[in-house]
């Protein structure tokens, strides 16, 4: 076991793709694994920010709506191809992160959750209101997404199960820029914040600039999430933008386990199956969902994989304190009356 935990931690991204690439099988149709890988990278997008750095943002639909509408906008009045259109949504979401970071950043703890959820609902007016390029309160539509021929396979996204796996493409690639920016002094830099950033800034770390930038790089992943939707559902839906798929994000991250590689998508996963399952038995799911949301805030603090994580590892650290003990010299024998623990 202790091996197994130690070669899936040291091989991450693989471990998540080879279950990302059966995930399809185990659910009941593949709609709903295109949502969950979606919104799973929405999470890690999220979670970047949150579950490693400690900011928790309450505006993070406008990245994600941004990159939505950026890239439906692009192929419904520019007429460009979908990879082009992703391109340019993931692009619009790092210029809107770079204005929304560089405001936030100067506010701490609850004021600065409550600056981006301000910002964010300006974004939300703001393609609210442009109804000539977003379609308004209807959303935008008719996101035609062409098949295109690659390698000399057709990609028609028509297809479902093709359309999963063209998308679960861009989902590594993004899983693996985040493996990689967790494994380099960024990545210390980032844990130190989360856990003071004064000290961080005491030990010579430049605190607001390492804000701004992990700021901006979860605009991005959130982007790309959004840009994949609108490849999906070929709308944009105005609730894209709207504060309560910033709150999905928070709600995701804290039942998967905030700060760990994997929870984002056990997250975004129990929440839309629950979601899924419970609408087809009552119209109040946002009741039924939020009780058991609540139980694992209450019991399992550390969110679900989070507390999967925290059992192998005690049960690691005392298997191999066990065999140390086990290969180490031998026990004197206890003098008569006397018991050895």
Request: charged share 10%; with cysteine.
């Amino acid at each position: 076991m202790a091996s197994f935990v130690r070669l899936v931690e040291r091989h991450r991204v693989a471990a998540v793709l080879l279950f990302l690439l059966v995930f399809p099988l185990l659910m009941p149709y593949e709609a709903l694994a295109v949502n969950i890988l979606v919104f799973g990278l929405y999470a890690v997008g999220f979670n970047l920010l949150f579950g490693y750095t400690g900011l928790l943002s309450f505006g993070h639909a406008a990245f994600f709506g941004v990159g939505s509408y950026l890239t439906g906008i692009a192929i419904v009045h520019a007429g460009l191809p979908w990879p082009v259109a992703i391109a340019a949504g993931v692009a619009a979401s790092l210029v809107v992160g770079a204005a929304v970071g560089f405001l936030a950043i100067r506010s701490r703890g609850i004021y600065f959750s409550m600056v981006t959820l301000a910002l964010a609902q300006i974004v939300y007016y703001g393609f609210y209101k442009a109804e000539r390029w977003t379609g308004g309160e209807n959303g935008l539509r008719g996101v035609r997404v062409d098949p295109i021929e690659f390698a000399g396979l057709r990609l028609d996204f028509t297809n479902p199960t093709t359309k999963y796996y063209v998308i679960l493409v861009f989902v590594a690639a993004a899983l693996w820029l985040v493996s990689r920016i967790l494994a380099s002094p960024f990545g210390a830099v980032m844990e130190a914040i989360r856990e003071n950033d004064r000290r961080a800034a005491a030990c010579g770390y430049d605190v607001p600039r390492s804000k701004l930038l992990v700021f901006v790089l979860s605009a991005g992943l959130c982007g790309l999430a959004g840009s994949l939707r609108a490849i999906h559902l070929s709308v944009v839906p105005i609730d894209s933008l709207h504060y309560l798929t910033s709150g999905h994000a928070v709600m995701m991250c804290l039942l998967g386990g905030m700060g760990t590689f994997f929870g984002p998508f056990v997250g975004a996963g129990v929440f839309l199956y629950l979601e899924d399952v419970v609408t087809t038995l009552t119209q109040h799911w946002m009741l039924v969902v939020g009780i058991v949301f609540m139980a694992f805030v209450l019991f399992f603090p550390r969110g679900i994989w989070g507390t999967v994580l925290h059992v192998l590892h005690r049960r690691t650290q005392r298997s191999e304190a066990a065999a140390a003990r086990g290969v180490g010299a031998p026990v004197e024998a206890a003098p008569a009356g006397e018991v050895r623990p």
